[in-house]
């Protein structure tokens, strides 16, 4: 039972960080400046506006989909653990 309790402890370890990074990640964008980073293959054909903001969300989409990538194996611990609890 005590082997349970340590798979429901990193599952919830894993889903808080993915959900906070998913949650903070506009925080996380502007702290780390990571929009200067981003890389288009088309900036000739975007104004310097248009090109800012494209950068921007998609460093926003890069951080969500990596917090959702760093929760995936949580839900998938808590949904083992709880079906191995029922029986």
Known sequence: MSNL???KVLALIFMISGFASVYLAKYIVNKY???ERAVCSFEADLTEEELEEYKYNKAIVNVKIFGALVA???VI????VFSKGMS
């Open 5 to 7: 309790l340590y798979l």
């Open 33 to 35: 400046n990571l929009k």
């Open 72 to 74: 995936l194996p949580g």
């Open 77 to 80: 611990l808590i949904l083992i």
